[in-house]
């Protein structure tokens, strides 16, 4: 199945596991299909799930206290898609996500992934690997940009980020992702 053989050479990407890790692994995986503006989770649930995006894109956002959507993340072909913080604390999510394409993953249960990072060693790694590089390395410029940065410094590493991505948006969800209105977008955008 094309989707698993995607899976494993992102996973693969973290560190190598072993044929009786992926096994375990791969029993726990579920192929869902979302179509556009279907939720993966909504603000207020408990996540308990995990997602491998193989086809299709996410956006992870929230309404602020003005009732605005503010866009924090998306997540293309080959990202993990979660809650992250509120799926480790078992918390109601303060992020919905939702699909903006017809999009196709495989899904796992993040408890059952964790017994499985108890058993497999390599299992293991292959966690402390993706949240230093994704929550940590990753993250810390990004926040630091969006708070420095000037718009037209965040939409130009927005297109060095995610270089296929422009096209597949709408205006205004670049814009609520940059933290602007779209009219700045598009001034920005004839600046360039």
Not at 32 to 41: E, G, I, M, S, T
Not at 101 to 118: A, G, I, R, T, W
Not at 179 to 190: E, F, N, W
């Amino acid at each position: 199945m094309k989707e698993i053989d995607e899976f494993w050479q992102k996973a693969n990407a973290y560190g190598n596991l072993s044929d009786e890790s992926r096994a375990a692994w791969e029993k726990g995986l579920k192929r869902r299909v979302y179509n556009k503006n279907d939720l993966f989770l909504s603000e207020g649930q408990v996540p308990r799930t995990v997602a491998f995006v193989s086809v299709g894109l996410f956006a992870q956002s929230y309404t602020s206290e003005h009732g605005d959507t503010i866009i924090k993340r998306f997540f293309p072909e080959g990202y993990f898609v979660a809650s992250t913080s509120a799926l480790i604390q078992k918390s109601p999510s303060v992020f919905s996500i939702k699909a903006l394409e017809p999009s196709v993953v495989l899904e796992y249960n993040f408890s059952e992934f964790k017994q499985l990072m108890q058993k497999y060693n390599d299992i293991g790694a292959f966690y402390s690997r993706y949240i230093e590089l994704h929550w940590i390395i990753e993250k810390e410029p990004l926040e630091i940009a969006f708070r420095s940065d000037t718009a037209k410094t965040r939409y130009v590493q927005f297109l060095e980020s995610y270089p296929a991505l422009e096209p597949r948006l709408k205006q205004y969800e670049i814009a609520s992702y940059l933290g602007i209105t779209p009219t700045q977008l598009s001034r920005i955008r004839a600046e360039l």
